[in-house]
């Protein structure tokens, strides 16, 4: 049992915050509930599993100030949902879960001065594997190209320093790997004024990694394609008329020519 927490203030054990952010190991597990399909209402059953037993309002309440946190921005639930309806995806700010964010970019060894040229699919593959592993990464690009500076570009996120550190040198024990260079990447804090009062503000994170083109550009560009090989097509089936009719009038022509 991870721990119990109840409605009832008196004899709650306090949890310790996960994060800066105030978020509790109960939030995080809320969080990985309705991503695995809970939704607000059958969301406390869940928790139960857990050992955590907490009214539906009050959970409700908590996912209401995930929120209100940033820490949900966006979720497939609203308030004209149905009672039996499933949040099927929550997208989080990843910077208000994780204290640690970081760029690990990777260099690879000259293929040239190798007996045996490893193909960028079996080192991604390499990465892949290890980013499983550990699961910090979220994501794993392929910057090729000569005279860039780095192949490979990891996105890392984690609570656990020594987690990332024991994984980035697994990662530099590669054979195919020359170098391995981490960036932390930072979010920007400051300071303004609330209520005459100065106060630490954390900037929202700018985080939209679901991406889809524009319907009336793409629309255009669709159609413009297509009719360019429309017009590829038309005019190359009346060439390959023009041609047939061509060697059919001659054809048609020699056939009646008269014999010498």
């Known amino acids: 049992m991870v721990g119990r927490g109840t409605d009832n203030q008196e004899g709650a054990i306090p949890m310790k915050n996960l994060t800066k952010n105030n978020i509790s190991p109960l ?91 490893i193909p960028y699919s079996e080192m991604y593959n390499n990465l892949v594997e290890i980013s499983r592993e550990y699961g910090i990464v979220t994501t794993i690009d392929v910057v090729q190209g000569e005279g860039q500076n780095y192949d490979f570009i990891l996105r890392i996120v984690t609570n656990e320093t020594s987690h990332f550190e024991e994984m980035v040198e697994k990662v530099r024990s590669l054979g195919w790997v020359h170098s391995v260079d981490s960036k932390p990447i930072h979010v920007l804090e400051g300071v303004g004024i609330s209520k005459n009062n100065l106060t630490k503000v954390h900037m929202n994170y700018f985080y939209e990694p679901i991406k889809l083109p524009d319907f009336e550009s793409y629309l255009k560009t669709i159609r413009q394609v297509y009719r360019t090989y429309d017009i590829y097509l038309k005019d190359e089936g009346s060439l390959k008329q023009k041609i047939a009719k061509k060697k059919s009038s001659e054809d048609a022509y020699d056939g009646t020519q008269p014999d010498k």
């Open 27 to 117: 939030d995080v597990l809320i969080l990985q509930v309705l991503q695995s399909g809970a939704t607000p209402d059958t969301a406390s059953k869940e928790l139960e599993k857990h050992g955590y037993v907490l009214s539906r309002d009050n959970v409700k309440g908590r996912i209401e100030d995930l929120v209100k946190k940033g820490v949900i921005l966006e979720h497939n639930d609203g308030a004209d949902s149905k009672r039996d309806d499933k949040i099927k995806w929550i997208l989080v700010d990843p910077s208000k879960l994780f204290d640690n964010q970081w760029y690990t970019f990777i260099k690879t060894q000259n293929p040239l001065f190798e007996r045996r040229v």
